[in-house]
């Protein structure tokens, strides 16, 4: 993750050495893989919890705290 630039970054080195970026609208506090590796989940200050498809870089889920 890249807090300054609101983004997570995620790099394959065995296929290619630039990274897929997954744009926040906050401050990126942490990413955690699927076992399968094909999603990442990220948590941001924004308090929504985002569950992505790291081929396609889309949002599978969108998690918000009740009542916001």
Do not use: M, Q, Y
Request: glycine share 2%; with cysteine.
């Amino acid at each position: 993750t890249n807090i300054s630039e609101r983004t997570a970054k995620i790099w394959d080195w065995e296929i290619d050495k630039n990274p897929n970026i997954l744009e926040h609208f906050d401050r990126v506090n942490s990413a955690l893989f699927s076992p399968d590796g094909k999603r990442v989940l990220t948590t941001c200050d924004d308090k929504i919890v985002r569950v992505w498809d790291v081929k396609t870089r889309t949002v599978l889920v969108a998690l918000r705290p009740e009542g916001e």
